[in-house]
């Protein structure tokens, strides 16, 4: 098998699951951190460390850190709590853009049925937010503005520290959604501008059900679940003891091969367009052609009827790839990503997501150019004369 899905989830590494274990197995370590006997205590100190970790590795302060259950509650709980804490004063209108992650864009859809008034911004051709319509976007009842980092389909990068920069003149919040950037680009949330980010442990060889949310010092935000004080009374429930030290192990161990990481995905992911591209001339690559994630490559194949035939015809094969956003797989809509940014419905209906990551190898990009050679010869009547090189 040849797993080429890491943008919808990581394997669990090896480092984060053996940090774990003790608070999954250890009857000394079971017990809810809120209790204030030794076996809570325990509990209690390893989140504390978990989140001394984390806000190193952010350049942040460990009281910035509210853990969650995921990136998607992560992001509910910045762009719900963030655009509430404002409506006192600020006021009502919110800032995002047509790509983001449907975690934020339901998030805002919500809020304008609540009485907020949503505006959001176009796409380039590739993806990207021009900063002078988000400058002109603005008023003075803006209360807040969320922009991801980097798209979870095509790896397109947005120019955040500008995005930051305008709206901290402006007075305006800023978060944004990093979850597919943390672990495969440097972050530091006070020097990009940030007042809040969110990130999930499973895109970066953590365990799944568990993210978390950087709020700067300062910033108010309301919570949008009640019933406790844990996670400085933002985030209420018994905390996921296991999983948050899952997730802190895995930050340490991602952000420690990073440098090398990028350039080595990025030549495998150049190898893999290079012989997408030779068996398939007509290939469409969809995202920026430079600002990009390294690991991150979308691809139309004209005249291809649906990426879904071509992502089972791919399973069969061996190969794990998607087809879009993992959260939308089965809706049989275009990728919103795509359309936005003016890819016709036909091509984004025949477009594939091949995200890389650690444990790929030379060996399965050149297993997954051979296994796509016969797929397109099946679905697309490709010539198995056409050699690839």
Known sequence: MVYLDYNATTPLAEEALNAMMPYLANKDTYGNPSSQHRVGRRARAAIDNAREVLSSLLKVHPHEIIFTGGGTEANNLAVLGLARARLPGRGTHLITCATEHHAVLHSFE???REGFEVTILPVDRFGQVDPNQLSAAIRPETALVSIMSANNETGTLQPISVLAEICREQGVFFHSDMVQSFGKQPISPHEVGVDALSIAAHKFYGPKGVGALFLRSGVSMEAIHFGGSQEGRHRPG???VAGIVGLSSAAAMATGFMPGEASRLMALRERLWGG???IYPEAVCNGHPKDILPNTLNVSFPNVQGGETLL??????????SSSSACMV?????SH??????VPTSLAQSTIRFSLGHFTTEKEIETTVHAMQRVLHRVAGLRMDKMCK
């Open 312 to 321: 089972i015809a791919l399973d069969l094969e061996g190969i794990c790839v």
């Open 330 to 334: 089965g809706s049989m809509q275009p």
């Open 276 to 278: 997408l591209s030779d």
């Open 337 to 342: 990503v795509l359309l936005a940014m003016g």
């Open 110 to 112: 919500y809020l304008r």
């Open 238 to 240: 018994t905390e996921n």
